[in-house]
């Protein structure tokens, strides 16, 4: 069962990155936990998992004004895993490109 839904690369992930080069970020689904977490990472990327870290995202009501008026929505929720790796191990997000 796939419990990681995809890679987190955005701004802040890649800055968190940048300070410690083993942790990285995934968007996993919200019944996961962090053993199936762990499992699923080092069978797909053949890596050591240290430590994983998970956080859970509430949807957010956002609105904006339109010719055709106020639209009002909400963003969708989620749980995202901040995964720790051995020292001097990566993952490249890249590679398949």
Known sequence: ????????????????????????????RPDANKLQIKEEVERLYNVTVVEVNTLLYMGKRSQRYTKA?????????????????????????????
């Open 69 to 97: 008026g106020l639209i009002r929505g909400k963003k969708s929720a989620f749980k995202k895993a901040i995964v720790t790796l051995k020292e001097g191990e990566t993952i490249d997000f890249y590679s398949n490109i």
């Open 1 to 28: 069962m796939a419990f990681i839904i995809r890679p987190l690369v955005t701004e802040k992930m890649t800055q968190i990155t940048d300070k410690r080069s083993n942790r990285y970020g995934f968007v996993v």
